[in-house]
């Protein structure tokens, strides 16, 4: 009966193809179909056309890559748990992290989903199922395309950022923020609602839905190509900046200040060095290194992925237009009897080879296991042991401090946080100790602690100095005086009264070495007079 039932089906067609008026116009994606005439008949390949032109491995390539995908996806998950429950200082989270980690979670579902539901590819013999047909083929084609968008946008938006605050010394703030939210996210939902609308998506390579052949390079493929272009430019672009600054800095000979290593006040990039203004590229490249990875990758796996699929689409395509393409090997499978293992050498130059469609599908599915390893830190970990011994009563052991105990940071310059850039190791940071309340119980009214605990560094948003230790200096004023000005000689002390003295007046005073000898007198000084000074 059965067999009765497929001869009727295939119409006078050889075997393994079916006569197309066979089957209804509708229902399914009847222009999923690879027919072609033979003779006055149109004969079809039977559905799924990937089981007769692949080998039979295909399936367990492709669902390799799914259960990868799974893999990633716990990868995203984690880290997104981990930026939502932890502290931001063992996390180091930032929006453009968790917003690409977010579309990464979208792509990995449009694998993940058909994997458990295991659909059914085909609405019949002939017909692959559409989103019209399928909630599975909706869902996952749906998944899949707004993921790839937004994983795109994003690493766009983060390529940008990077490029404004190095090559334009721009801040990229809470405006950037929100236009990023916008962009990063209203751009995806727009294009998924425009290529559902004139595209669709159908089962056309392997278990998860793609987007149909018509109007796809319009609302898909090109816009999405775009963004990735622009990325790619903007990237390079950075790199070409960076490697400027580096060459002008190693011609640079004039004398700058090592320590700081900053611009000016004004904050332009006229008023820095290029010595100073390599230090800071490089300061941020080392800060930004894991994104600019992660946009290199994601950006490469979408374009391979870009190139590989419109290439099998076009061709498809073409053998469509000109049936020709395929008769060596539709000649092939009749005189074969169906046997498509003698026939592969001549399909493989009408599709993509095996591996290059399972290593794409395995880099597409690998992206979550990279977001892991780039953006993922090592603090996680010890914050997620932190956080569960929280719940157990495992606590770490903290150093109980007396109020009266307290460190006087005044006494200790240690307890400053020291930061050292001339120093190549790094040194352990040291904080003043909070002042803990003492057990003792006290009744009465009491003035509050404003002093209790001590207040840490926070340096200007537009200084450029380090902190210091306090310095013990103490001041002898009398001291300092003494050394710089020597005592003057003291004078032999005399007998006379100089109390009858007036200070205004013109006094006469005595000499010590009043002559005695009254024979050495002048004869021109009066007897009874005396030498005398005027002061």
Avoid at 265 to 287: G, K
Avoid at 346 to 360: E, F, G, I, Q, Y
Wanted: aromatic content about 12%; proline content about 6%.
């Amino acid at each position: 009966m059965a067999n009765s039932t497929i001869d009727a089906l295939r119409g006078g067609c050889p075997a393994p193809f079916f006569n197309e008026l066979s089957f209804p116009t509708d229902g399914g994606h009847v222009e999923g179909r690879l027919c072609s005439p033979l003779g006055r008949l149109s004969c079809c390949i039977p559905c799924p056309m990937t089981d007769w032109t692949y080998p039979d491995n295909f399936g367990a390539a492709t669902a390799a890559a799914n259960w990868i995908s799974v893999v990633g996806m716990a990868c995203c998950v984690f880290l997104l748990l981990s930026w939502l429950v932890l502290p931001v200082d063992k996390t180091h989270r930032h929006y453009l992290s968790i917003s690409l980690t977010c579309a990464t979670v979208l792509f990995s579902l449009g694998f993940i989903v058909p994997l458990a539901a295991k659909p059914n590819q085909c609405f019949n013999e002939i017909t692959p199922h559409g989103m019209d047909t399928s909630s599975v083929c909706a869902v996952s084609g749906s998944l899949l395309l707004i993921g790839g968008w937004a994983g795109v946008m994003w690493v766009f938006l983060r390529a940008l950022s990077l490029h404004l605050q190095i090559c334009w010394q721009l801040v990229v703030g809470r405006s950037y923020m929100w236009f990023s939210q916008v962009v990063g996210w209203g751009i995806p939902i727009i294009g998924l609602v425009l290529l559902l609308v004139f595209s669709g998506v159908s089962f056309r390579f392997g278990a998860t839905c793609h987007i149909n052949h018509e109007n796809s390079l319009a609302d898909f493929w090109i816009p999405l190509l775009v963004f990735a272009g622009l990325t790619v430019i903007i990237q390079f672009a950075t790199f070409g900046y960076c490697i400027k600054v580096y060459l002008a800095s190693l011609s640079d000979n004039s004398a700058t200040t090592e320590g700081s290593g900053m611009p000016s006040y004004s904050n332009s990039i006229r008023t820095m060095t290029p010595r100073q203004a390599y230090r800071r590229v490089r300061r941020v490249i080392q800060l930004q290194w894991r994104g600019i990875v992660i946009v290199l990758i994601i950006i490469g796996d979408v374009i391979f992925f870009a190139v590989i699929f419109v290439f099998l689409d076009n061709t498809v395509q073409a053998i469509k237009t000109d049936p020709e393409k395929a008769l060596t090997w539709a000649a092939c499978l009749i005189a074969s009897g169906g046997d498509k293992d003698k026939c592969l050498d001549k399909a493989s130059a009408l599709v993509v080879s095996l591996p290059t469609v399972t290593a794409v599908l395995i880099l597409l599915a690998m992206n979550g296991i990279w977001l892991l390893l780039l953006l993922g830190r090592w603090s996680m970990f010890s914050g997620w042991l932190e956080f569960f011994a929280s719940f157990t009563g495992v606590r770490a052991k903290k150093e109980f401090v007396s109020a009266d105990a307290r460190m006087d940071i005044k006494q200790d310059p240690r307890s400053y946080e020291m930061l050292s850039r001339d120093s190549g190791k790094t040194d352990t940071v040291l904080t003043p100790l909070s002042a803990t309340k003492s057990p003792i119980t006290r009744e009465g009214r009491q003035t509050p602690d404003y002093f209790g605990q001590a207040a840490r560094y926070q340096p200007h948003q537009r200084s450029f100095s380090s902190p210091r230790p306090p310095q013990q200096l103490h001041w002898d004023t009398m001291q300092a005086y003494q050394q710089s000005y020597p005592p003057a000689p003291i004078p032999p002390s005399r007998s006379y009264d100089y109390d009858d003295i007036n200070p205004l007046g013109m006094n006469r005073i005595e000499k010590e070495e009043e002559i005695q000898d009254s024979a050495s007198r002048s004869p021109y000084t009066q007897p009874g007079a005396r030498d005398h000074d005027f002061i």
